[in-house]
C-alpha cells in the first residue's frame, strides 16, 4: 500500500504566467492570502516524506512552509522540466511515489488527496484527478513511472501519462486553476472578500 510518509509532494510553481500578464500570480492575494499558499495551507497536515517547490521568479518564501526549494533553471522549456527537476530531487531523497500538484490551483482539498491515495497501486501507480470530463492534476505516480516522467518535454507535462491512469473525480469547483487574471477575478466574486482587490 502506497503511503504518504513515502510519498514526496511536487509543487510546481515555476509557470511563466504569461496568461497573467507577467505579474507573480502565485503572491496574488486570494481570499487575503496569496494564491498559491491555499494549496500548501490544504496539504500541510499530509505527512509526506519531503515536499519539494520547483519555483522560478516568485516572491514567495516556499522555505518556510516546510518546502525544499528548488529553481526550475530553464522555465522557458515548458512545465515538463520543472516536473522532471522535482522527480530527480525526489528520487534522491528515497521517494517511493510522488504527487504532483500544481500551485494555481487553490481549492484541491486534503480529503480528495488522501482519495488518491485510496486508489494508489503500489510502485505502479497512475492515479489522476478529474471533474468527470477531463483528467488533470493532482497526479500520483508510483516509483515504475519515474522514468516516464523525467522523460518529458516541453508544456504538456505528464497529461498523455495522466489520460491513462486511473482517474479520482470530485467537483469541478475543487479542480478550478488560475491561468489568467479573469479566472482569479471570477474566482473573487464567488467569494466577494472586498480586501482580495484591486
Known amino acids: 500500500m502506497l503511503a504518504p510518509e513515502r510519498t514526496a509532494l511536487i509543487l510546481l510553481a515555476a509557470g511563466r504566467s504569461l496568461r497573467f500578464t507577467h505579474a507573480d500570480k502565485l503572491a496574488e492575494p486570494f481570499l487575503d492570502k496569496p494564491l ?3 494549496l500548501v495551507t490544504a496539504l500541510e497536515n499530509i505527512p509526506f516524506l519531503t ?28 512545465q515538463a522540466r520543472s516536473l522532471n527537476h522535482g522527480v530527480a530531487v525526489a528520487r534522491e531523497a528515497g521517494a517511493e511515489a510522488v504527487l504532483v500538484a500544481l500551485a494555481d490551483m487553490p481549492r484541491v482539498t486534503a480529503t480528495h488527496v488522501y482519495r488518491m491515495f485510496d486508489a494508489a497501486n503500489g ?28 522523460a518529458l518535454e516541453g508544456d504538456e507535462g505528464a497529461r498523455d501519462l495522466i489520460r491513462r491512469g486511473h482517474h479520482v ?8 486553476d488560475v491561468d489568467t487574471r479573469e479566472d482569479l477575478e471570477e474566482l473573487r466574486k464567488l467569494y ?6 484591486k
Open 51 to 78: 515536499r519539494i517547490a520547483v519555483v522560478s521568479c516568485t516572491s514567495l518564501d516556499f522555505a518556510a512552509r516546510g518546502y525544499r526549494v528548488e529553481e526550475n533553471p530553464d522555465p522557458m522549456l515548458g
Open 192 to 197: 466577494g472578500l472586498p480586501t482580495d482587490g
Open 123 to 150: 510502485a505502479d501507480t497512475n492515479v489522476a484527478s478529474s471533474d468527470g470530463v477531463q483528467p488533470r492534476p493532482p497526479a500520483l505516480f508510483g516509483a515504475n513511472l519515474f522514468d516516464d516522467l523525467l
Open 36 to 38: 498559491a499558499y491555499h
Open 169 to 176: 473525480v470530485t467537483s469541478p469547483a475543487e479542480l478550478v
